[in-house]
């Protein structure tokens, strides 16, 4: 069989031992999740295809729940829905002892679908309904109240209500992250949380059982978690010597860093995203150095999402076509889009061929299969060079892709978890035409 031809291409050696064929790529492939062969999955699911680990999910949230409870004495996380709302995935955090945060209606029903006691709801968000504040009401959930309409509907509907209303504030604040994060909630600086409060207090129609912030996403600085926590405690020191009333928890939201690296970024996100110990070192000596009354201290709540999830995703994937730019770069078209991996708008994904067949690299764009021409999964990386039907991984897929993801031009794929012993299950089915038209109707007139 004849070789196909390769152009020869110049290439800087950088420092170390090279082969015959230049400096050997650290680029390793990956050839199995969690034991089962790449090839295998795609195989029986087909391509491309979504999967999930299920033991990566449990470690992570572990490792995480260890960081907290070796440094405060209450604490609870609850699992964010938006983040990865599959049945699948919240099912084995809820396993785990994670609460649920929801930020619509329908994330609200989705928890209670799920088994989710409603006592164990967050309803965070800036968009209830009347409606869905009446379920939530009832269900005694925590209702995050965002803005004053939203206090102001809540007062009203406790005067009708047979339940007193279980609520808190979204509190939002300077901590030197740059955008501020000032669209959700009251404000500390300039008083409107502490204004808040006080109507909740004085109203007597509400209970006041937290405060909440949520400072911002893929926050790299802890020290900014330890201002938060400093003044959400300074609220609730506040709340306790005016109203005589203790707060039962601080919930501190989410927007830990996965190791996923940012676009632009100089290192990469596995160097220098915080770790758990020391996002957790920061919170939790801020609320134990601060005023509050250590023997009410409130439960420490969590909703981090991203980083619990991000590293048990993977999309797998086919090269439909090798090809050359017309300034001579090489280019991959690949059957995964924007579409499916919505993270690439700010994310360098790591991405990795399935099998090691060559040594041969070069620097490489890679396109997904959609009719656009924003449709770039990287824009450039020293990638192997593969062939058509060639087969990669795409690592650190599990937060926001399945949730933000379109059908666009191509049928969204199927969904796979791999349990812990190693057995694929389908989380969600492979979409079809039919999927499509499932909702469409036609009028008579164009039948």
């Known amino acids: ?42 195989e029986k699911y087909g391509s491309p295809l979504y999967v999930l680990s299920e033991q990566t999910i449990r470690e992570t949230y572990r490792e995480a729940k260890q960081a907290f409870e070796t440094r405060y004495p209450k604490v609870q996380f609850a699992w964010s829905y938006k983040t990865n709302y599959l049945n699948a995935v919240c099912k084995i955090f ?9 930020v619509s209606g329908m994330e609200y029903d989705k928890a209670l679908q799920n088994g989710v006691k409603g006592s ?64 959700f909630g009251f404000n500390y600086e300039n008083g409107e949380a502490w204004e808040a409060l006080n ?16 400072i911002g996403t893929y926050i790299m600085t802890p020290d900014a978690y330890r201002v938060a926590a400093t003044k959400l405690a300074d609220l609730a020191y506040n709340v306790e010597r005016k109203f005589k009333h203790n ?7 989410g927007g ?20 758990f110990e020391e996002y957790a070192e920061a919170i939790s000596g801020a609320l134990i150095s601060s005023n509050l009354n250590p023997d009410q201290l409130p439960v420490l709540i969590l909703e981090t999402g991203r980083a619990l999830i991000d ?11 090798n090809k050359r730019l017309s300034d001579g770069r090489r280019s991959l078209i690949v059957d995964v889009g924007v579409n499916l991996l919505f993270t690439s ?9 399935a099998k090691g067949e060559t040594q041969f690299t070069e620097d490489t764009t890679i396109y997904g299969p959609l009719c656009m021409n924003i449709d770039v999964i990287r824009a450039a990386i020293d990638f192997p060079v593969l062939k058509q039907g060639d087969q990669f991984v795409i690592k650190r897929v599990g937060a926001y892709n399945t949730t933000q993801w379109m059908q666009f031009i191509h049928n969204r794929p199927a969904i796979v978890l791999i349990d812990e012993n190693g057995e694929s299950h389908i989380v969600r089915e492979h979409e079809t035409l039919d999927t499509l038209l499932e909702n469409e109707r036609l009028p008579e007139h164009l039948k």
């Open 1 to 42: 069989m004849k070789l196909p031809f390769e152009r020869p291409l110049i290439k800087k050696i950088e420092a170390g031992i090279p082969s015959k064929f230049g400096m050997k790529p650290t680029l390793k492939p990956i050839d199995n999740i969690d034991g089962v062969p790449v090839s295998d999955l795609i």
């Open 94 to 102: 809820h396993q785990e002892g994670s609460w649920a945060e929801v």
């Open 120 to 183: 164990q709801i967050i309803f965070n968000g800036p968009s209830k309904s009347r409606e869905d504040l009446v379920k939530a009401i009832d269900n005694d959930s925590l209702i995050h109240i965002d803005h004053f309409d939203e206090l102001f509907l809540v007062l009203e509907l406790a005067q009708t209500s047979a339940k007193k209303p279980k609520v808190a504030i979204r509190v939002n604040m300077d901590t030197g992250i740059y955008p501020k994060w000032d669209r």
């Open 199 to 214: 109507r909740i207090m004085l109203s007597g129609k509400l209970e006041l059982v937290g405060l909440h912030t949520h």
């Open 247 to 253: 707060v039962r928890y601080i919930d501190m939201g």
């Open 256 to 275: 830990f860093a996965s190791k996923n690296t940012l676009k632009g970024a100089y290192h990469t996100g596995i160097d220098t995203s915080p770790t």
């Open 311 to 321: 590293d048990a995703g993977y999309i797998l994937g086919t090269v439909i076509a």
């Open 345 to 353: 708008f700010w994310y360098e994904h790591e991405i990795y061929p």
